[in-house]
């Protein structure tokens, strides 16, 4: 099952490349496990679109998708573009257990305008006994 605590209250059916969607399953996951946590997501045409992960205290963790060098993300919200985090940072290193806060960002070429979403990640830590 997904959370989606980003969708508008039009829902989806506003029409393909018009509504920004952040989806993200509704579970924690352990990195140290080899869990991967997927991110779904949905742009609008004409944007530079980006995805990244935060601390909660605003540190960037890692950026996981950004438009100008990934290319576009999907417009069509019944085919999102799909993202999986690893649960490491940007020097490759498993990040502790918390809370996380996945961000989109969908910035409009031609007025300058942006859109966010956010969502939650929850990390948990592996237990040795």
């Known amino acids: ?29 352990v990195p140290h496990r080899g869990d991967v946590f997927p991110i779904q997501f949905v742009t609008t045409g004409n944007a530079e679109t980006r ?9 960037l963790v890692i ?13 069509i919200p019944s085919a999102p573009t799909t993202v999986p985090w690893d ?20 910035v409009n070429k031609d007025t300058g305008e942006e859109e966010t979403r956010t969502a939650p990640a929850v990390v948990a830590t592996r237990f040795d006994y």
């Open 63 to 75: 950026t996981l998708f950004e438009s100008r060098f990934d290319g576009a993300g999907s417009t």
């Open 1 to 29: 099952m997904l959370a989606d605590p980003a969708r508008p209250a039009g829902g989806v059916e506003e029409g393909i490349g018009t509504t920004i969607l952040l989806q993200v399953p509704a579970r924690t996951f």
């Open 51 to 59: 995805l990244r992960i935060f601390d909660l205290e605003g540190r």
């Open 87 to 106: 649960g490491r940072d940007e020097t490759f290193e498993l990040v502790t257990g918390g809370m996380y806060v996945v961000h989109l960002s969908v």
